[in-house]
């Protein structure tokens, strides 16, 4: 059963990959095909050699932005 749940966590991880690398998917879309958070995303591509678009700065300002919102 536990093989099963890696395989399709695997592959959901894979097509949202191929589709942020194609340009269909965004980054925030990408995330929510493989099931990650952005901070889990952006190492998860950066693994299989794909640079993320979003760049550190605004990511922190985000993250900062969502502190002041909670």
């Known amino acids: 059963m536990v093989a099963v ?3 399709v966590y695997k592959g959901r ?3 949202a990959i191929e589709r942020y690398k194609a340009g269909e998917a965004s980054l925030g879309k990408a ?3 493989a099931g990650l ?3 889990d995303m ?3 591509l950066e693994r299989y050699g794909i ?3 979003l760049e550190s700065r605004t990511y922190l300002e985000a993250l ?3 502190k002041k919102a909670w």
């Open 5 to 7: 749940r890696d395989l």
């Open 31 to 33: 995330t929510e095909l």
């Open 37 to 39: 958070s952005v901070g």
């Open 51 to 53: 640079k993320s678009n």
């Open 64 to 66: 900062e932005n969502l």
């Open 42 to 44: 952006r190492p998860t």
């Open 13 to 15: 991880v894979m097509l």
